[in-house]
C-alpha cells in the first residue's frame, strides 16, 4: 500500500475550480472570496503528512521574510517535487491553465495580467509564538490565497486577521479545515495574524501566481514554466 495516496492532478483542478464557482464574495472592508472544501481529501493528507518539521523562528518579527528565517521556509519547489509525488501532483493541479482562468474569472483579473506568471506555493506551520503585522502584501503577487489546513480544538481561532485602510482591526477570518480566501492585492488589503496561542500547528498554504520578474527565483515551483491561460 501507498500513503499517502498521490493525488490526481486533473482531480484536484476539477475539485478546487468547483470550489472557486461556489465561493462567496466579500466587499467589507476589500475585496475578497471564501472558498469551501477547497481541495479533495487526498490532496489535504498529502501535505499535512509530509515529513517536514515546523521551522524553528526564534522572533518572527511580525513578517515571514526576516533575515536567516527566510531560508527556513518551505516552498514547493523543484527540488520538493523531486522528493515527494504528493507536492508534484499539487503544483500540477495548479499550473493546469483551466485553473488559471478560473482564477482569471472569479477574480476578475483580465488574462492577459496572468498570463506568463509564475506559480508559487509555500507550505507555512506556525508554532506558538507565530504573528504577523498588518501588510497588504506585494505588488508582484498578482493575487494572494490561504488554503487552511489547521485541525484541534484551538483551530477555530486561528484565522487571518483583516483591517480597513487605516490599519484598524475589523474581522478575523475562518480558519476552518480546507477552507480558503482569496484577494487581489492594493493599498487597502491590509491582513495579518494578531498575536495569539496556538496549541499545536497552524498550517497553511499560501498559492501566489507572481510576476515574470520575481526575484527570488529559487521560491517559485516551475521557474521555467509560466502560467498559461491558453487551451491546448
Known amino acids: 500500500m501507498t500513503f499517502p495516496v498521490v493525488p490526481d492532478p486533473a482531480e484536484t483542478a476539477r475539485h478546487f475550480i468547483n470550489a472557486m464557482k461556489k465561493s462567496k464574495r466579500l466587499e467589507s472592508p476589500y475585496t475578497r472570496w471564501l472558498l469551501e ?57 495548479f499550473q493546469r491553465p483551466e485553473v488559471a482562468r478560473q482564477f482569471s474569472e472569479t477574480c476578475r483579473l483580465a488574462p492577459e495580467r496572468l498570463e506568463g506568471g509564475f506559480l508559487r506555493i509555500e507550505y507555512m506551520q506556525d508554532t506558538d509564538g507565530a504573528w504577523l503585522k498588518p501588510h497588504p502584501d506585494i505588488t508582484a503577487k498578482l493575487f494572494s490565497m490561504v488554503i487552511y489546513l489547521c485541525t484541534g480544538p484551538e483551530a477555530k481561532n486561528w484565522g487571518t486577521d483583516i483591517y480597513d485602510a487605516n490599519q484598524k482591526w475589523v474581522d478575523r477570518g475562518t480558519a476552518k479545515f480546507n477552507s480558503a480566501v482569496i484577494f487581489v492585492r492594493s493599498e487597502t488589503t491590509f491582513h495579518g495574524f494578531e498575536k495569539r496561542p496556538i496549541v499545536g500547528v497552524r498550517r497553511l498554504l499560501e498559492v501566489n501566481y507572481v510576476v515574470p520578474e520575481w526575484r527570488d527565483r529559487w521560491q517559485l515551483c516551475l521557474p521555467d514554466r509560466p502560467v498559461t491561460l491558453r487551451r491546448p
Open 37 to 93: 472544501d477547497a481541495l479533495p481529501e487526498s490532496a489535504c493528507v498529502g501535505v499535512m503528512t509530509l515529513p517536514i518539521k515546523p521551522p524553528d523562528f526564534a522572533d518572527c518579527g511580525g513578517v515571514r521574510d526576516l533575515g536567516e528565517n527566510n531560508r527556513k521556509r518551505t516552498f514547493f519547489t523543484p527540488k520538493l517535487q523531486e522528493d515527494f509525488p504528493t507536492v508534484k501532483a499539487f503544483v500540477e493541479a
